[in-house]
């Protein structure tokens, strides 16, 4: 589910709900190659790139399949239809919510 929630969330704009979705470390290491800039300023940014304005649409069709759990992390591959490959993305639980442990789409 975290995953449908932060590729909606990025699709369509809503930046907060998006970085809500990472795990702490992750956003964190977002913001730092971001030069400081928090979590929302650098997904608003992305979207405003003409490739991710391009694909942002199609993020909402997001399919998640062989979702692997053992403890408190997991993987999961995210498909979105029409864009690139599909991609395992690692998951883990923070204060017993499942958050996304590295940065998607890099």
């Keep these: 589910a975290v995953l449908k929630t932060y590729y909606e969330a990025f699709?369509?704009?809503?930046s907060a709900s998006a970085c809500n979705a990472l795990a702490n470390e992750t956003r964190e290491e977002?913001?730092?190659a971001a030069g400081g800039k928090d979590c929302e300023?650098?997904?608003?940014?992305?979207?405003?790139?003409?490739?991710?304005?391009k694909v942002a649409p199609k993020l909402k069709g997001v399919e998640i399949t062989e979702v692997h759990v053992a403890m408190d992390k997991a993987t999961a591959r995210a498909t979105v239809p029409g864009v690139g490959k599909p991609t395992v993305?690692?998951?883990k639980k923070e204060a017993n919510v499942w958050k996304i442990a590295s940065p998607v789409g890099e």
């Design 11 to 14: 699709g369509t704009g809503d």
């Design 30 to 32: 977002l913001e730092k």
């Design 89 to 91: 993305i690692p998951l």
């Design 41 to 53: 300023k650098v997904l608003e940014a992305a979207l405003k790139r003409p490739d991710y304005a």
